[in-house]
């Protein structure tokens, strides 16, 4: 039996040379990649994990490759804030919320743009109801 190494939808080749992404480091690109695409599967109940990515319209692999170099983008850009565990914070009168905000979506547990997540929505792949 032989072990699947699980494959970012978006590979490094991809986030420089077509997103044209400048943001993550060279020696961290392909973590950040594979971590933005496994809240993807989350996002998205594992269904391009069931089918594969191959399995996708055209449109729906374009998107999602998309959708997983900005959050990557995104995850990189915050990743101090995320690893923190609270929620929000006070001191001598200066408070900071996180989770919900304008422009910040919590779905499932993964903050992420809003606008990045209504594209991810595009794929119809974020649907519950969807078998």
């Not at 039996?1 to 080749?13: H, K, L």
């Not at 319209?57 to 690893?83: G, K, M």
């Amino acid at each position: 039996m032989s072990d699947m190494v699980y494959e970012p939808y978006a590979d490094v080749a991809y986030y420089t040379d077509v997103y044209q992404g400048t943001i993550l480091p060279a020696d961290n690109i392909k973590r950040y990649l594979t971590q933005a695409s496994r809240h993807i599967d989350s996002l998205t109940y594992n269904r391009i994990v069931g089918q594969g990515i191959s399995g996708l319209t055209s449109f729906q692999r374009e998107l999602i490759q998309e959708v997983c170099c900005q959050q990557a983008d995104f995850e990189y850009q915050n990743r101090e804030i995320f690893d923190m565990i609270l929620s929000g914070y006070s001191i001598n009168g200066v408070s900071m919320q996180f989770g919900e905000s304008w422009n910040v979506t919590t779905q499932k547990g993964i903050p992420m743009r809003r606008d990045v997540y209504e594209q991810l929505s595009q794929t119809g792949l974020c649907c519950r109801l969807l078998r």
